[in-house]
């Protein structure tokens, strides 16, 4: 038996910016309405890079800085909902922009809580010693998903990648302690993308099944009521208390759901770190995204212990205890 290791973070968000204020020119909204109720100002929208290219951009960097090669990479996962192709997974195109010759590649799909499944995924790949060298990207192009007429969804979310390497290292690193869960009986509360029999004998479909729905209430208490108690579950886990760990990086998909959760687990809102105001939802991206951001601007270290904690359509939800 093997222990994993967190060599690297790395992200890549499209250049287009758009603001609050650009999306009350297309949909009957304001930056005063987003802005208060989900915490975020703008986002990234790709209007030429596709989900694969952007994790392919994220992988790149993250394979660099865990001062490796794409050939040394064994294994290749890819969490998304929004993949170029049904088939090609995204990560096999992945393998195949940043040269991975010698990887296997596949893709999950857990929504917003994809990114620690792939996680946990890679972990019990490395701990089983099948493979030494995982990247595992969270990459969304969900602007290419969301019904742009539709104002309780089109503010909302945001494309971008993150990835990160994890390789096999020392006992009591990478991925301390995990949480997982699905409700598949709450399938109906966020879908996208329905792909209906559809062949000659058929009738049409309605179009606006293809798109992003969501009970944005139903995920609201979801959220709220689960996340605090997979957090305090991980920690338990972990034989740690909030003391031992830096930092809270949530699902970034509104800071009124994390003001709650901090509430409910007694801590201070320093604790937990937020990004959507200037990604927004980014689905199974947003904590890498944050967690390469928060490498970037030095607010976490080698042997930080950081809880994440994803939640999303399915519905899934997890935390682990990760230490970088
Ligand atoms: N601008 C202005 N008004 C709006 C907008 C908008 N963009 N969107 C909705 N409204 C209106 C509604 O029509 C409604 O008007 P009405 O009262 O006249 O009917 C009013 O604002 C209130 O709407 P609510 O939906 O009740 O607003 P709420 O406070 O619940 O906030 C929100 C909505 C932001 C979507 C919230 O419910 C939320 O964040 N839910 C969680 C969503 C989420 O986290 N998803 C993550 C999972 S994503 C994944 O897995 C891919």
Same mark, same amino acid.
């Given at each position: #038996? ?22 009350? /020119? ?23 890079? =596709?989900?694969?290219?952007?994790? @392919? ?16 990479? =064994? ?5 998304? #909902? ?41 972990? /019990? ?6 493979? &030494? ?44 302690? &995990? ?46 009521? +689960? ?18 760990? /830096? ?16 509430? /409910?687990? +007694?801590?201070? #809102? &320093?604790?937990?770190?937020? =990004? #959507? ?27 930080? +212990? ?13 935390? @682990?205890?990760?230490?970088?």
């Amino acid at each position: #038996m093997y222990d994993s290791k967190i060599a690297s973070f790395a992200k890549y968000v499209p250049e287009n910016i758009v603001k609050n204020d650009d999306l009350s /020119k297309i949909v009957e909204t304001s930056d005063e309405w987003i802005f208060s109720r989900t915490g975020i100002k703008e986002r990234r929208i790709s209007i030429s890079e =596709n989900t694969s290219q952007m994790c @392919a951009n994220a992988g790149k960097l993250a394979v660099e800085r865990a001062g490796l090669s794409p050939s040394d990479i =064994n294994l290749i996962i890819v969490a998304t #909902m929004s993949s170029d192709f049904s088939t090609p997974s995204s990560a096999c195109m992945v393998q195949k922009i940043i040269g991975a010759k010698n990887a296997a590649a596949f893709d999950i799909g857990a929504a917003c809580s994809g990114f620690i499944f792939a996680l946990s995924a890679a972990d /019990k790949f490395i701990k089983t010693g099948a493979f &030494e060298n995982v990247l595992v990207a969270g990459g969304e192009t969900l602007s290419k998903m969301l019904d742009w007429s539709d104002r309780s969804t089109c503010v909302l979310f945001g494309d971008g990648a993150g990835a990160c390497v994890l390789t096999r290292g020392n006992i009591g690193g990478g991925i301390i302690a &995990e949480d997982l869960h699905s409700d598949g009986e709450k399938a109906d509360a966020l879908t996208s993308f329905f792909k209906p029999v559809n062949n000659a004998f058929c009738e049409n479909l309605d179009e606006k099944l293809k798109y992003v729905k969501m009970d944005g209430r139903e995920i609201f208490n979801f959220a709220t009521r +689960k996340v605090p108690l997979s957090i305090n579950t991980v920690l338990q886990k972990a034989n740690l208390s909030f003391d031992d760990i /830096k930092y809270i990086v949530p699902h970034q998909a509104n800071s009124r759901i994390v003001e709650i959760i901090a509430r /409910k687990l +007694k801590l201070p #809102m &320093e604790k937990f770190f937020m =990004n #959507m105001d200037k990604y927004g939802n980014t689905s199974a991206a947003s904590i890498p995204i944050a967690l390469s951001e928060m490498v970037e601007q030095k607010l976490i270290n080698e042997k930080d +212990k950081i809880i994440v904690s994803g939640f999303g359509g399915g519905l899934t939800w997890g935390s @682990a205890v990760i230490q970088i």
